[in-house]
């Protein structure tokens, strides 16, 4: 790709300044522009985080001001922003770029899929990350994983699921291959910015949202609007962020400050983790006592649920190719990690109690 010169002097909010952050004495001055609202709990302060870590690690050195969703750029184009080279460095989901490459699904989840434990393992350990790479190459991009919400919930609805009959006709905000699965059920899949999600399920313009999980659900008013949540997203069941670099604007970095970057990431991915397993369990038990009523979804509901996964994503698999590489090491992994799960972490929350 045509190389751009990033470290150079004069920062600014023009398209034509964007790419071009202030240096002075040694100091990278950078935007950030991330997909999500800047104040959102857990994938809004993560992208914060992420810049005070990395402050610190570099003693200053590299300094990124943090843009919330739409403040600099639409939410769903954070990547092709960072890809033009318009901002050296975004915050966001990889499948919101789905679009570019279906792949890109397996780096933030898929349904049935990871959950965020097994997901980093396999990113770090069972050839992910290198997939990843490759594929964020091709576009003139360095990805790095920066945290996932662990298990979601798996909607908000107005009325009662009670089979597979009660989805068809639904208006439902849902993202990445979730909405895909929904679709081959009857359900009109809508993707929209989290921050139009309380207005339109308020407005009637949508009958059902799948958001993140009980913190965010609950920081959104989603309660306010009806209390039936149905658990877990099988459709989605965890989904990770990741902090993306024009590879131009990376390779101008000084390799102690590429290795900050990097080491930022995962140290505010454990954090983001940390965060949502204990928020999660104390917005869980508030809104119990709001009177949100939390359900498991129908066996039939999971089981066309899971049918209609098998059938969107054999047919991802043969209409490309890297989905195919994708998948090979994705499912690799996930058998091993499903066969550990059967014998050790599900005995041992069953005799927890």
């Known amino acids: 790709?045509?190389?751009?010169?990033?470290?150079?002097?004069?920062?600014?909010?023009?398209?034509a300044t964007l790419a071009a952050p202030a240096v002075a004495q040694g100091r990278v001055q950078w935007n950030i522009a991330s997909a999500f609202p800047a104040a959102a709990p857990g994938v809004g302060t993560n992208v914060t985080r992420?810049?005070?870590i990395l402050s610190e690690m570099s003693d200053g050195r590299i300094e990124l001001t943090v843009y919330g969703a739409g403040e600099l750029v639409p939410p769903f184009s954070v990547e092709d922003e960072v890809q033009a080279g318009n901002i050296p460095v975004g915050h966001t989901p990889p499948y919101y770029a789905a679009g570019k490459n279906p792949a890109l699904h397996?780096?933030?989840?898929?349904?049935?899929?990871?959950?965020?434990?097994?997901?980093?393992?396999?990113?770090?350990?069972?050839?992910?990350?290198?997939?990843?790479?490759?594929?964020?190459?091709?576009?003139?991009?360095?990805?790095f994983y920066s945290g996932n919400s662990n298990t979601q919930s798996g909607g908000w609805f107005k009325n009662r699921i009670e089979g597979v009959q009660d989805l068809q006709g639904l208006n439902m905000r849902i993202a990445g291959l979730?909405?895909?699965?929904?679709?081959?059920?009857?359900?009109?899949?809508?993707?929209?910015?989290?921050?139009?999600?309380?207005?339109?399920?308020?407005?009637?313009?949508?009958?059902?949202a799948e958001w993140v999980g009980p913190m965010l659900d609950q920081a959104f008013g989603l309660q306010r609007i009806t209390n039936l949540c149905y658990l877990p997203a099988y459709a989605e069941p965890a989904a990770s962020v990741g902090v993306v670099y024009n590879i131009d604007a990376f390779a101008e970095l000084p390799a102690d400050l590429q290795a900050m970057c990097g080491y930022a990431a995962s140290a505010a991915a454990l954090e983001m983790?940390?965060?949502?397993?204990?928020?999660?369990?104390?917005?869980?038990?508030?809104?119990?006592?709001?009177?949100?009523e939390f359900l498991p979804f129908p066996d039939d509901v999971t089981d066309a649920m899971r049918e209609a996964w098998n059938t969107v994503r054999e047919g991802l698999r043969s209409e490309n190719p890297d989905v195919g590489d994708v998948l090979e090491s994705y499912d690799a992994y996930l058998e091993r990690a499903r066969a550990y799960s059967l014998a050790m972490t599900e005995p041992y929350l069953r005799g927890r109690g």
């Open 1 to 15: 790709m045509e190389r751009r010169t990033f470290l150079a002097s004069g920062a600014g909010l023009t398209a």
């Open 50 to 52: 992420y810049a005070e």
């Open 106 to 143: 397996w780096f933030t989840g898929v349904p049935f899929g990871m959950t965020s434990n097994e997901h980093v393992a396999w990113l770090k350990w069972g050839g992910g990350q290198e997939l990843w790479d490759d594929i964020y190459a091709q576009r003139g991009l360095r990805p």
């Open 178 to 208: 979730g909405g895909e699965v929904m679709r081959e059920l009857g359900v009109n899949a809508v993707l929209m910015p989290p921050t139009e999600i309380f207005q339109a399920l308020q407005s009637g313009a949508i009958d059902a």
């Open 273 to 292: 983790q940390g965060q949502f397993d204990y928020f999660n369990a104390q917005s869980l038990q508030a809104l119990r006592d709001e009177g949100v």
